[in-house]
T-cell receptor, first 112, second 110 residues
Framework: ETGVTQTPRHLVMGMTNKKSLKCEQH?????MYWYKQSAKKPLELMFV???????ENNSVPSRFSPECPNSSHLFLHLHTLQPEDSALYLC???????????FGSGTRLTVV | GQQLNQSPQSMFIQEGEDVSMNCTSS?????WLWYKQDPGEGPVLLIA?????ELTSNGRLTAQFGITRKDSFLNISASIPSDVGIYFC??????????FGTGTRLKVLA
């Protein structure tokens, strides 16, 4: 495996369900990110982790709970989501500031 | 807050034509990035710009970092059908943090 891998690619969940998104990077990067991409809106930064420590929480509702057990893995735990949370959730990683991100293919989430 | 405005929002062009798009902001950025996103995939980095006035090419793509550091431009020469997708600019807003534009959706007519 190379690059940034996200699983699952597609997820449909009810508003009372609990699910988790997984991201794994094989690039030796030390920072990982969660972004939300909704139709006709800019990419929204949700969380930033630098060397496993959360360095930014961009006013994300508590129904989204991130976890970063090590520099290679990032999770997004979901519970009691709303239909408006349906979006493409993108994970990214980077080595050092200024070099840009490498994105995964995303998880297409639909909340019903 | 910081915002990046991309124009045009979408465009249809004929295969073989050159394409130009731009990204503007009211804020100064020290780094500009251009990404392309294919349907169902994550964005892929095309070009990174680190210095005001810098002009950088990647194959048929050329991007420029504006002198004012508040804008950037992307040109695609001799477009082909696989150029279809959404092109995003991004400006570095802080350590490990980038602000993304709203995207330019490109459709190429064969």
């Amino acid at each position: 495996e190379t690059g940034v891998t996200q699983t699952p690619r597609h997820l449909v969940m009810g508003m009372t369900n609990k699910k988790s998104l997984k991201c794994e990077q094989h690039l030796g990067h030390n920072a990982m990110y969660w972004y939300k991409q909704s139709a006709k809106k800019p990419l929204e930064l949700m969380f930033v982790y630098n060397f496993k420590e959360q360095t930014e929480n961009n006013s994300v509702p508590s129904r989204f709970s991130p976890e970063c057990p090590n520099s290679s893995h990032l999770f997004l735990h979901l519970h009691t989501l709303q239909p408006e949370d349906s979006a493409l959730y993108l994970c990214a990683s980077s080595q050092v500031t200024g070099e840009g991100y490498t994105f995964g293919s995303g998880t297409r989430l639909t909340v019903v | 807050g910081q915002q990046l405005n991309q124009s045009p929002q979408s465009m249809f062009i004929q295969e073989g034509e050159d394409v130009s798009m731009n990204c503007t902001s009211s804020s100064i950025f020290n780094t500009w990035l251009w990404y392309k996103q294919d349907p169902g995939e994550g964005p892929v980095l095309l070009i990174a710009l680190y210095k005001a006035g810098e002009l950088t090419s990647n194959g048929r793509l050329t991007a420029q970092f504006g002198i004012t550091r508040k804008d950037s431009f992307l040109n695609i020469s001799a477009s082909i059908p696989s150029d279809v997708g959404i092109y995003f600019c991004a400006g570095q807003a802080g350590t490990y943090k980038y602000i993304f534009g709203t995207g330019t959706r490109l459709k190429v007519l064969a």
